[in-house]
Structures are given as structure tokens and as C-alpha cells.
């Protein structure tokens, strides 16, 4: 199957500092990635959809200015928590799709934020 | 009402048995149905993928899909301590995105 990469696999930071999570396809090209937000015992909230090469499309609920997203290449997003602050403190998930994964979507293998 | 409805558990089973999930849903757009897999700490892994409504069979692993009862199945047979795990239904439309249920949380016990 398709290969998703995530990085880094933690972080703790103190809160008013901003973090940033990458996202690679490491086999394929990844015309859409999607992040996603869990929390403990929870399922999978989508955040938001990332097409490359255009702006990320939010979900409701979700502060776009709080949680930038950037998805310059075919093979690359990336999710900055700005401002973090503890209630952000949770596990992020991305995963990716393209034309050679036949569109379905395959996840990366998380990263878990803790904000003191 | 949520769009997918996934009992949480948690399901208990000893080494061998049958592990059956099911999830319902409400969106009647949904066509194409998945189950994936969650270990502790790490990004869910895709199993069984479904499209519309029918029986699909993978080794140990069945996925049944009822469209008309709105109505999804996942069938774990000769079940291994090693298949302890969450287990999230989701489902889509042409949209791609997924809608994901609450995830049943399994344990085979050896």
C-alpha cells in the first residue's frame, strides 16, 4: 500500500508557541491530503482538506488562522497549531490521495501534541 | 443524531472466536464504505473497502454492506491476540471525504 509519513511523532511545547507537523507521500503524489484531529477514546474529526497548489478547505468549527495549513507540493502539507494552547493537545492525523491510490485515502502514522 | 453510529464497545473475545462490528449510518448518498484498523498510538491502517452494497471477503476478514438497511458489517473469523485493536468504520460519497464512527475498541484474549 502507499506510504504516509508524519513528523514529528511528538512534541510538547509550551503554550503560546506554534508547532508544526509534516505530512509526506512518500511513494505516490498526493493531489489531496487531509488533517485530522483525535482525541483520547474518540474518532477522527476532520479539520481540514488540503489541495495542492490552493487554499486548504476548512471545517466547520475549525479557525483557519489557528491551524494554517500549507500544501506547496505533490508530496508535502503541513499543519502549523499556532498559539497552541493545552485544550489543542491531541493526536493530529493526516492522510493523502491521489491517482495512483486509485483516490482512496491512506493515513499517516500521527502526531501526538502536548501543550504544557 | 451523528451521520455514523459505531457501538465503542469494548469487545471481549478469547483467541479463535468470531469478532463481528457493524456501524449504521443515515446519508444515503454514502457508496463506498471502509473499515480500518487503529493500534494504540498510531494512524489508522485500511482493511476492507467496500462499494456499494454486497459481501467482500479477505482472508480472516468479511465485510458486508446492506445499503437498504443503511447497515455495515465486519466479520473477524479465527480471531488472534494480535487483532486487539480499535476498529473505526467510515464511508464517504464521490466527495471523498470520510465520516468516521466512534471506533469499537477489541481485545482477543489468548
Known amino acids: 500500500g502507499a506510504v504516509v509519513s508524519q513528523h514529528p511523532s511528538w512534541v510538547i511545547c509550551k503554550s503560546g508557541t506554534s508547532v508544526k507537523i509534516e505530512c509526506r507521500s512518500l511513494?505516490?503524489?498526493?493531489?489531496?491530503m487531509f488533517w485530522y484531529r483525535q482525541f483520547p477514546k474518540q474518532s477522527l474529526m476532520l479539520m481540514a482538506t488540503?489541495?495542492?497548489?490552493?487554499?486548504?478547505?476548512?471545517e466547520q468549527g475549525v479557525e483557519k488562522d489557528k491551524f494554517l495549513i500549507n500544501h506547496a507540493s505533490l508530496t508535502l502539507s503541513t499543519l502549523t497549531v499556532t498559539s497552541a494552547h493545552p485544550e489543542d493537545s491531541s493526536f493530529y492525523i493526516c492522510?493523502?490521495?491521489?491517482?495512483?491510490?486509485?483516490?482512496?485515502?491512506?493515513f499517516g502514522p500521527g502526531t501526538r501534541l502536548t501543550v504544557l | 443524531q451523528k451521520e455514523v453510529e459505531q457501538d465503542p464497545g469494548p469487545l471481549s473475545v478469547p483467541e479463535g472466536a468470531i469478532v463481528s462490528l457493524n456501524c449504521t449510518y443515515s446519508?444515503?448518498?454514502?457508496?463506498?464504505f471502509m473499515w480500518y484498523r487503529q493500534y494504540s498510538r498510531k494512524g489508522p491502517e485500511l482493511l476492507m473497502y467496500?462499494?456499494?452494497?454486497g459481501n467482500k471477503e479477505d482472508g480472516r476478514f468479511t465485510a458486508q454492506v446492506d445499503k437498504s438497511s443503511k447497515y455495515i458489517s465486519l466479520f473477524i473469523r479465527d480471531s488472534q491476540p494480535s487483532d486487539s485493536a480499535t476498529y473505526l468504520c467510515?464511508?464517504?460519497?464521490?466527495?471523498?471525504?470520510?465520516?468516521f464512527g466512534a471506533g469499537t475498541t477489541v481485545t482477543v484474549r489468548a
Open positions: 492522510s493523502a490521495y491521489g491517482a495512483s491510490t486509485r483516490n482512496e485515502q491512506f
Open positions: 511513494d505516490f503524489q498526493a493531489t489531496t
Open positions: 488540503s489541495n495542492e497548489g490552493s487554499k486548504a478547505t476548512y
Open positions: 446519508n444515503s448518498a454514502f457508496q463506498y
Open positions: 467496500t462499494y456499494s452494497s
Open positions: 467510515a464511508m464517504r460519497d464521490n466527495d471523498y471525504k470520510l465520516s
